[in-house]
Nanobody, 120 residues
């Protein structure tokens, strides 16, 4: 079973920065995509950023030009760099990996979440 371990969350002032990381352990297949989601209090989980197998990235409009997703493929680790943080960025952030086998069977794994609080 694959485990995704998240780190990097915490309390930060508005305008500050945080970098979240998500490291995979255990037996894994090829990573098809790495994603970051977030869930503000009382709201639905939303997609924040994606990086695919070829390294192409996509970031949600709400965090465009402030957040960036990256990866270290050899370490099976993804990162979410968050700059110019706003109070509305607060919530629980979850990483997600989509894995694929040689026969094109897909598997989905989630981290347990890390809390990000933006407050003065």
């Amino acid at each position: 079973q694959v485990q995704l371990v998240e780190s990097g969350g915490g309390l930060v002032q508005p305008g500050g920065s945080l970098r979240l990381s998500c490291a995979a352990s255990g037996s894994i297949f090829t990573i098809d995509a790495m994603r970051w989601y977030r869930q503000p209090p009382g709201k639905q989980r939303e997609l924040v950023a994606v990086i695919d197998r070829g390294g192409s990235t996509n970031v949600a409009d709400s965090v465009k030009d402030r957040f960036a997703i990256s990866r270290d493929s050899a370490k099976k680790t993804s990162y979410l760099q968050m700059n110019s943080l706003k109070p509305e960025d607060s919530g629980v952030y979850y990483c997600h990996y989509r894995l694929v086998t040689a026969t094109n069977v897909f598997y989905n794994y989630w981290g347990q979440g890390t809390q990000v609080t933006v407050s003065s």
